[in-house]
């Protein structure tokens, strides 16, 4: 059982920045791909970015590449989420999730196995 903690979300203005942190209760470097997901309200969830476990490959949602950048570290068993440039756009809650290996799926939610309580984030216009 992997239990995943969010946090680092809050209020900020557009064009400002945030970094969440997800706390992983294993370590995440026994071989766990690690995902960021968002779900504004009224919509579905999406996927945000998606991190292998050793932290070599990246995978973005195209309409955020260049603003967010995921990255681990599996010495503290930790995974981030740096948010740049955010706009109202960006509002939802963020959730953290992790899978033995998500293969060409990483964007599927679906596969994942492990979910955080999630983190609200509001970018103010």
């Known amino acids: 059982q992997v239990q995943l903690v969010e946090s680092g979300g809050g209020l900020v203005q557009a064009g400002g920045s945030l970094r969440l942190s997800c706390a992983a209760s294993?370590?995440?470097?026994?071989?766990?791909?690690m995902a960021w997901f968002r779900q504004a309200p009224g919509k579905e969830r999406e996927f945000v970015a998606a991190?292998?476990?050793?932290?070599?490959?990246?995978y973005y949602a195209s309409s955020l590449k260049g603003r967010f950048t995921i990255s681990r570290d599996n010495a503290k068993n930790m995974m981030y989420l740096q948010m740049n440039s955010l706009k109202p756009e960006d509002t939802a809650v963020y959730y953290c999730?992790?899978?033995?290996?998500?293969?060409?799926?990483?964007?599927?939610?679906?596969?994942?196995?492990?979910w955080g309580q999630g983190t609200q984030v509001t970018v103010s216009s």
């Open positions: 294993v370590r995440t470097s026994s071989y766990y791909d």
């Open positions: 999730a992790c899978v033995s290996g998500f293969g060409i799926s990483a964007y599927r939610a679906s596969i994942y196995d492990y």
């Open positions: 991190i292998t476990w050793s932290g070599q490959s990246t």
